[in-house]
């Protein structure tokens, strides 16, 4: 069966704003019972989650069939956000739509700028059909999502987030631009 996690992740947000938009976030899900205020050990891989609260279900889609049994991470340092154990085919460039398979020689050069995103908050890929810089938190992935920021709402083993509670969320964060990744481990 293993653990589910979907995360909504905050492209824009620096590391600076990434406990204020967390508090800000957070503060209203408890507020809406979606979360409770409390921490506890209930998120994998992670020491504190929020358990989720008593109108959890405002959170869900509607066509839920299970309880959430697990609650939610909060990231507020630079985390590459990954859909589990795959990394993605290729990448796409956001300027010219062009896809740079990740292999070989590629793929290092997109995992040393990864590296280096993760040690600075800032690298950039060269696409090999247009010639841009593109800012590593700017391409967009094959089937294997990746996002990478300083902040990210994790949710472990809930039903489907719904599209309006996802825009909702998304609505909290100072109109940054928001990704959404899902997976299993
Ligand atoms: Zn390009």
Redesign the pocket.
């Given at each position: 069966m293993g653990d589910r996690f979907q995360v909504i992740v905050d492209l824009d947000a620096s590391e600076a704003d990434a406990e204020r938009l967390a508090r800000r976030v957070v503060d209203r899900l408890v507020a809406e019972g979606i979360v409770l205020a409390e921490r506890t050990g209930c998120v994998p891989g992670q020491p504190l989650g929020h358990p989720p609260g008593p109108h959890w279900e405002r959170a869900v889609s509607d066509d839920w069939d299970f309880k959430p049994w697990d609650g939610l991470a909060v990231h507020t340092r630079r985390t590459g956000f990954t859909s589990g154990a795959n990394m993605p085919g290729a990448a796409l460039?956001p300027?010219?739509g062009?896809h740079t398979p990740l292999q070989d020689a590629q793929w290092r050069r997109f995992s040393t700028a990864m590296r280096t995103w993760h040690d600075t908050g800032a690298a950039s890929v060269g696409?090999p059909?247009?010639a841009?810089a593109v800012p590593v938190p700017d391409w967009t992935w094959d089937e294997a999502p990746l996002a990478f920021g300083a902040l990210g709402f994790e949710f472990w083993n809930w039903p489907d987030l719904g599209d309006d509670f996802r825009a909702r969320l998304a609505g909290l964060l100072d109109g940054h631009r928001t990704a959404y990744v899902w997976g299993k481990i």
């Open positions: 460039c300027h010219c062009a696409c059909a247009c841009r």
